[in-house]
């Protein structure tokens, strides 16, 4: 199965140098996912590549021969996936504006009918569960609902390194078992869900909301 992991912030300057506080954790990330998931497929979808128009304009509002080729590239990669893991800091109380914003450009029939797995952190004690709070709906909404078990990663700089190692003094074995929890509810459901659509397309059972906003209306 294939995976994509987000990393939603943008900020290239913050400390500790030389490596952005959210790739040390996305790095740590991808290396537990494939050391506890080895038959499948991650990809790590950086909001930093991804500048986008000041002018907000979501993927599926292009006329297909005008969508600018890396938004559709993107489009193509969330479309062939099959879970979903979101890396997220926290701002004021909840989820990083770049991830929402970059997720935003995309249809939720795109990450429907597929599990996800919450990942936050910060340079702080709270290691950014606040965002977590947000992401839940947010995530659900989008139709990639996701496991009960989290990840959450305070004083992240004193935890991994600028490669996404362990630092010297922090016990690796504690944290594998920990992105464990999490990685593993995240593989099962993605198992279970793909199973599912191989057997019914969940768009041509229910239907997606592709006309109108009124669609979601109740009758009368």
């Known amino acids: 199965m294939k995976f994509l992991a987000f990393l939603g912030t943008v900020r290239d300057s913050t400390p500790p140098r030389p490596a952005r506080l959210g790739?040390?954790?996305?790095?740590?990330?991808?290396?537990?996912?494939?050391?506890?998931?080895?038959?499948?497929?991650?990809?790590?979808?950086?909001?930093?590549?991804?500048?986008?128009?000041?002018?907000?304009k979501p993927h599926f509002a292009y006329p297909k021969r005008n969508v600018p080729?890396?938004?559709?590239?993107?489009?193509?990669?969330?479309?062939?996936?099959?879970?979903?893991?979101?890396?997220s800091p926290e701002y004021n109380h909840s989820l990083s504006p770049a991830l929402a914003h970059l997720l935003n450009h995309f249809g939720s029939s795109l990450f429907a009918y597929k599990p996800s797995a919450i990942v936050t952190y910060s340079a702080g004690q709270w290691g950014g569960m606040r965002a977590a709070v947000g992401l839940r709906s947010?995530?659900?909404?989008?139709?990639?609902?996701?496991?009960?078990a989290m990840i959450h990663v305070p004083k992240a700089q004193e935890v991994f390194s600028a490669d996404g190692d362990c630092l010297p003094g922090i016990d690796e074995a504690s944290w594998h078992d920990y992105f464990?929890?999490?990685?593993?509810?995240?593989?099962?459901?993605?198992?279970?869900?793909?199973?599912?659509?191989?057997?019914?397309?969940p768009h041509a059972l229910i239907g997606d909301f592709q006309r109108d906003p009124a669609q979601r209306n109740a009758p009368g």
């Open 23 to 56: 790739v040390r954790v996305a790095d740590a990330c991808l290396a537990y996912f494939r050391r506890q998931q080895a038959a499948h497929e991650i990809e790590l979808i950086d909001a930093l590549d991804y500048p986008l128009d000041p002018v907000f």
């Open 180 to 201: 464990a929890r999490t990685f593993n509810q995240l593989a099962w459901w993605a198992q279970a869900a793909r199973a599912q659509r191989d057997r019914t397309d």
């Open 69 to 87: 080729p890396r938004l559709d590239s993107l489009a193509d990669r969330i479309g062939s996936a099959d879970g979903f893991i979101m890396i």
């Open 138 to 148: 947010f995530l659900s909404e989008l139709g990639c609902l996701p496991v009960s």
